[in-house]
């Protein structure tokens, strides 16, 4: 059992969302792929921790216990860090450094830990101080309006900002989408053909192999 908050007021534009998670009892949270690369930082009875975690494409285990706390900040497909690429975290996580109980370093930079009311002055320093950039190629993808390119030039910017290839991407935004729409009530069939699935089986094995539930799961609200 878990209990969230999630926080939609963030005014940074490079921010897709800030979740708050804190957990009752014990168990395993599977986090799904969401097309997002994030910080988080976790708190638990043995201290804080710092975690930058790139895009995943299987669905990832987190394993809690009670009164474990998550700080998400999720970053959209389109920004990224020049200290760790895209392409070097696709499917990892790294533990970034502490200096004594409310900072971290990242690169050379000693930095705050954020709190859930503080995280959009967080978010201003990164890209102040250049920690996270914005690659426009790939913006102009996600947002719809592809800028002009050759296939060569845009697999390179999406490799290197996300980690991932520019269908691969568009699989795991598809699988997002019909989540969306299977818990809004649309019937299986339904969601397949509106997003453009070849059939309702490609639209099972899809979504079991981004996020390991079946429509009827998902739609069920037995997919937290």
Known sequence: MQQVTLWEGSTSPIVRSITRTVYVGSGIHMMVPDGCWDIAIIRNSSGTLVLRTGQTTPPVPFTYRDGDEVLAISFRASTFMPLMSGESMRDKGVALGG???????LGTDVVEIPTFDNVDGFVERLLRNELVQENGLVASVVSGNPAAATTRTMQRHFLKTTGLTPKAYSQIDRAQKAVELLRSGQSAADVAFSLGFSDQPHLIRSLQAITGRTPRQIA?????
Do not use: C, N, T
Not at 99 to 105: L, N, P, S, V, Y
Not at 220 to 224: D, I, T
């Open 99 to 105: 200096i004594g109980k409310d900072r971290f370093w």
């Open 220 to 224: 069920s609200a037995a997919f937290v």
